[in-house]
């Protein structure tokens, strides 16, 4: 999997180490959904502000959030080609550094560990993934905790 990540906010530290975390689980993302090494998602961490703005202005929302999804549809565009397979772009996941860093101190488990959840939890939504009904709920959480297992960062490395 492509990752694209881009820090547009100086008010929380993202560390190479949280960067790293970052790719690993979006290729193990990639893995368990049985992507292609040429889908690319991209990943903006971005400050309250810009999130309360993009909240505001996509979803009628009017207030900061701590993750958007924004998936791009690339049926009327033509796909880049990579080599022999062309390159799909899944989309934008968007997080605020400010409310994942209050969001872990809240739930004792790390800025790492939230962002990662917030980062897993966004590219599910790109998939199809929903929370919107309780069995879907349910079935989405479980692939969330399921994907940050793999870097033991699930729940249950924290006492959830």
């Not at 959030?65 to 033509?78: G, N, Q, W």
């Amino acid at each position: 999997m492509i990752v694209c990540l881009d820090n547009d906010q100086e008010k929380i530290k993202v560390s190479a180490e949280l960067e790293n975390l970052l790719n690993k689980a979006m290729n193990i993302v990639a893995k368990m959904e049985k992507l292609s090494a040429n889908t690319e998602v991209d990943i903006t961490i971005v400050t309250d502000e810009e999130i309360h703005v993009l909240n505001r202005d996509y979803r009628g929302v009017d207030r900061p959030t701590d993750v958007l999804s924004f998936a791009l549809d690339e049926e009327t565009d033509e796909p880049e080609i990579l080599g022999d397979e062309a390159e799909h772009l899944l989309g934008n996941v968007i997080i605020s550094a400010e409310k994942a860093n209050a969001q872990a101190e809240e739930f004792g488990h790390g800025l790492n560990r939230e962002i990662l959840y917030l980062a897993v939890h966004g590219i599910l939504h790109l998939l199809g993934y929903d929370h919107m009904r309780e069995e879907d709920k349910v079935i989405m959480r479980r692939r969330e905790e399921e994907i940050l297992r793999e870097i033991d960062l699930s729940e249950e490395f924290f006492g959830g």
